[in-house]
């Protein structure tokens, strides 16, 4: 049985960071690619970045692209989103989402397994 856990999320301020991380058990991690999603009251789970498999290759959202990182520990089977100069737009329940493939995409459905959500909310 595949599970997705995150942590990490809380309440901070604008300009501050948090890391947030996604461990997983159940499945050869390094096999598929793994992606962070962000979900406001209200509207859809949009994408916010993704990692390959062997991590050679990470694609964001504009929105977060130079303040956001993405990274990926195998031998971890854990997944990591850095997030610097957080915004109070950032405020979000993010959501970690792993495919069944090495190939990262930046559609919601396109993941077949997600974790419960961490909230983070960034006041101003």
């Known amino acids: 049985q595949v599970q997705l856990v995150e942590s990490g999320g809380g309440l901070v301020q604008a300009g501050d960071s948090l890391r947030l991380s996604c461990v997983v058990s159940g499945r050869t991690f390094s096999n598929y690619a793994m992606a962070w999603f962000r979900q406001a009251p209200g509207k859809e789970r949009d994408f916010v970045a993704t990692?390959?498999?062997?991590?050679?290759?990470?694609y964001y959202a504009h929105s977060v692209e130079g303040r956001f990182t993405i990274s990926r520990d195998n031998a971890k089977n854990t997944v990591y989103l850095q997030m610097n100069s957080l915004k109070p737009e950032d405020t979000a329940v993010y959501y970690c989402g792993m495919r069944r493939t090495v190939v990262p995409v930046t559609t919601a459905s396109e993941y077949a397994y997600w974790g419960q959500g961490t909230q983070v909310t960034v006041s101003s």
């Open positions: 990692i390959s498999g062997g991590a050679g290759y990470t």
